[in-house]
């Protein structure tokens, strides 16, 4: 296990500039069978790994590695295209100065368990009507049947979610590490779960990605 302080997964499936900072670490999601991306790791370099799924998982093949193999006081998931802003900076011509610092986390992380991105809020569309609308319905509620088998007190907390019109989107977090040790572990076990009882034989291109889509709903749940 790695030991860190504050560790930062940046999910990433090409080689792309990463910000220069101690505690955020680029991960090659979907590395199986790839050539390494220098500078990164492999999100099966190590023994328990789901890297084989990342066409359907997105990444949370990166959140699974970090749970898995990852030892730190803080843990948390951004994208390489997509990180927390530092929202006393305006944005300048140099974006990546506005990204949250080693700084601001020893700051924010000593006021809270859980930093999240803002909310995504729809002005019509439900979270439920907005999914349906876009993908296919039946993953919502394998899903619901899922939690209603493995976690009924949190049913209602699910139809809640998707009934309202916002959410915290994209799988970024950053948490204590007890709370996101807890939190992956429930995850996946929904996920696991919903993946043994649904048929994606017919998800093609952007569908294929359901899992991805399925548990940024389950976050807020």
Known sequence: ??????????????????????????IQVGAKGKKTIQGYVRDDSEQDNISEINSSFCELTALYFIWKNI????????????????????????PWK????????ENYLGKADVILPKKRHYIIETNYSHYRNAHKE??????????????????????AVMGTRSAHMFNMFIMRDELFDVY????????????????????????????????ELLLDT
């Open 184 to 215: 992956s572990e429930w995850l996946f076990t929904i996920l696991f779960e919903v993946q043994k009882n649904l048929d994606t034989s017919n998800y093609l291109g952007q569908e294929e990605r359901v899992f991805g889509y399925v548990s």
């Open 138 to 159: 039946e993953a919502l509620q394998v899903t619901r049947d899922a939690i209603s088998f493995l976690f009924t007190d949190y049913l209602q907390s699910f139809d």
């Open 71 to 94: 030892d730190a006081r803080y843990k948390g998931l951004v994208h390489y295209r997509r990180y927390f802003g530092r929202p006393h900076l305006q944005l300048n011509n140099n």
């Open 98 to 105: 506005k990204i949250l610092s080693s700084s601001d986390l």
């Open 1 to 26: 296990m790695v030991k860190e302080d504050i560790y930062i997964g940046v999910a990433a499936h090409m080689p792309y500039k990463i910000i220069n900072d101690i505690n955020y670490h680029a």
